[in-house]
């Protein structure tokens, strides 16, 4: 794969360059992004009109097209982004804190960049823009790895922000793109470890396992989302009743969505059967523990595996608890550690359920829906992390770059005797 | 290997507990840990004195038993870190910031622990109080695995913590010890990802490298240290002197002494007789560039394999350059990402140097000597990392932590189509 080891090498050259680029000149270069998003918006959509063709004819089920599908508002959207991320502080050179040591040694720690950072991912083009805009920012070179089906909208992408970035006076291999669509090739450059510091895979599950297991390199990802709801017995229920249709409905196919609900013994005969009827309106299918099934009406039966299943889909499980404890504890045998939500009026329930449940985004009166770099106010985002190292929850421009220590002195040496 | 599941088992059921153990309980124990080492002084130093003799016995050579030995100062030093770690601020729970966004939702970050920490070191019995007293304070349960030419050693020390630990009210489990020195115990340990968030070796190449290919958990380590010094044209060449020979002699082997000096042509001869003359005298072996030796007596020549060695001795490598770029190519290309230095009185030199060179700590006019937790003001260490990823330099508290975001509303839904 001499073409990948190519790719890889240029990267890691204008890596060096990019880390200390001036922060107007990567400004310069996504608001030149953006704008040459907007100019060859015909060009684009032709190129996605071809991809669109060929998977429906290859049978993409409708979700699959959806996902690949590129329209003028979408342009607009990545180009809004675009200038959000050319508007954002510049994480790189920021120097986080710095003390004087006794001996009078000034030691401080500095933002920097991670060097050069590849994104596998799937179908949606709209990933090529948002990784290009917030590696560049955050002084990281990028190598992109589109799914095979959105090559040409994908290729037409990277055209227009590759000459942006060259307009700039970037070098151009700030944004590398691997055009064959050959499966070699991605297993080719998740071995590179001599080039690149970071993989970050976008998509399903199969995709991450896949990745995690070829890669030498250090994976980010986060493997599923299986978010909870725990209505509290002091919960307000009409309060209560909106966050869960909207963790549930507003979009269910994504890994923010609610999969499973919690409900309080005190307050599940006043909530569920209303709730679970508004959920059978919206095309949800319930499915309960014995409680639930006792109280509310047109409730299949849960099973031992409904607990531990992201549906991405209209379909919810629910659990009547006989305590606060008792859903805390279903939460850490369960979650996917992606997101966790209380509702209550309670204060002191409120704060315990933020320090003991572990997920990377913990919600008070709120849908988990919300957890999105976009919405949390860090720009776009590279993905979301579920792990605990190095990143964890939606990853912005911070989560992009490392620090390092620098130390001031005048003429210190060191005596370990002392 | 099912001892070491129990022991993994153990950590995890501690580690949540531990995770919201109040700051005063965590520094009873500390403290008590503390004093436990001074009052049973003479048990550690006999289970130590058993050790050392075994090691005579079995030919290990001299620096080994150094490392292996304690004695009543390094217990004392050890409880005073212990002390230290006491008085440092509690990491778990700080809220490291927290904003409001336009919809009214307030949304912040939280540290939190990491979990059940495995380490994995050799001789050195220190690390054992070092290990335990930081993971402690951080929230962490952790499993130590020592060589076992220091079992008799460090299972005594274990035995003194871990009963401070009880006393305080704290679950055993915060510190397990794998007692059998059975090296198949190593492997167990390292592949259980579902107990285990992270493991960090400490000791030689081998040890990290063998880490690194067993481990289906992820590993934070450095694997060298080869620290450059670079000598500038405008440096005070008193002050060079100073910090170069602290750099190379004042303990040669260990992983931030200084392997290579950079010398830029303009002083290296009103510099270099003198420097290798001071450092002849201390014992050092000097290999040089040509121009080096066209300059001084006394130096061998230095090959292409030099600048890639880590002497880890009382050699260094030489060379003259001719600018300042010069020097940080060479250290882009030969660096280990550990510490580096410049010596220089010229200000834009300097603040080059910090930004252009990609080390976890860089240093203007100080000896690299300094890289190290205690020195930088972290307390004590869990080791130095030359990743990028998560921790970088010298590991202290805060490196021990994640963080999770925190989200407030007051029953907000979102709406995706806005």
Chains 1, 2 share one sequence.
Not at 92 to 119: A, C, D, F, K, S
Not at 158 to 177: H, M, N, W
Not at 349 to 363: C, G, K, P, Q, W
Request: glycine share 10%; aromatic share 4%; net charge negative.
């Amino acid at each position: 794969m001499q073409e990948i080891v190519a790719i890889a090498e240029e990267a890691k050259q204008a890596s060096r360059l990019l880390a200390w680029a001036k922060t107007e000149v990567k400004n310069r270069a996504l608001e030149a992004m953006a704008e040459g998003l907007l100019k060859e918006k015909a060009k684009i959509l032709e190129a996605n009109a071809q991809d669109l063709a060929a998977a429906v004819e290859a049978g993409h089920p409708s979700a699959f097209i959806d996902r690949l599908t590129l329209n003028e508002k979408w342009l607009e959207q990545m180009a809004k982004a675009l200038k959000g991320i050319a508007g954002l502080p510049d994480p790189v050179g920021e120097v986080t804190g710095m003390w004087r040591r006794p001996n009078g040694l000034l030691v401080g720690r500095m933002r920097v960049p991670l060097g050069v950072i590849g994104v596998i991912y799937e179908s949606r083009p709209s990933v090529t823009a948002d990784a290009a805009g917030l590696c560049l920012k955050s002084g990281n070179a990028v190598i992109l790895r589109g799914g095979k089906e959105a090559i040409r909208s994908n290729g037409a992408l990277v055209d227009v922000l590759e000459e942006a970035i060259s307009d700039a006076g970037l070098p151009k291999g700030c944004l590398g793109f691997v055009r064959t669509t050959d499966r070699a090739a991605v297993k080719a450059l998740l071995t590179l470890d001599r080039y690149l510091d970071l993989v970050i895979p976008r998509g399903g599950g199969e995709l991450i396992r896949m990745v995690r297991e070829t890669s030498t390199i250090l994976v980010i990802a986060h493997e599923k989302g299986l978010c909870h709801t725990y209505v509290d017995e002091d919960a307000d229920l009409g309060m209560a009743e909106e966050i869960c249709y909207n963790a549930k409905v507003e979009r269910p196919g994504v890994c923010n969505a609610m999969e499973t609900l919690l409900v309080h013994e005190g307050v599940a005969r006043d909530f569920l059967p209303r709730m679970i009827e508004r959920l059978n309106k919206a095309g949800v299918e319930v499915r309960g523990c014995p409680r639930t099934r006792a109280i509310a009406q047109n409730v299949k039966e849960a099973t031992e595996v409904d607990w531990e299943t992201e549906y991405l889909d209209l379909i919810l499980s629910i659990k009547v608890v006989s305590s606060f404890e008792e859903a805390v504890e279903h939460i850490a045998r369960h979650s996917s550690g992606l997101a966790e939500a209380i509702v209550t009026k309670d204060h002191g329930r409120a704060m315990r359920f933020l320090r003991e449940v572990d997920a990377s985004a913990v919600f008070v009166n709120a849908s988990t829906r919300f957890t999105d770099g976009g919405e949390f106010g860090m720009g776009a985002e590279m993905g979301i992390s579920t792990q605990k190292l190095h990143a964890r929850g939606p990853m912005g421009l911070q989560e992009l770059t490392s620090e390092k220590f620098i130390v001031f002195g005048e003429g210190h040496v060191r005596d370990s005797r002392k």
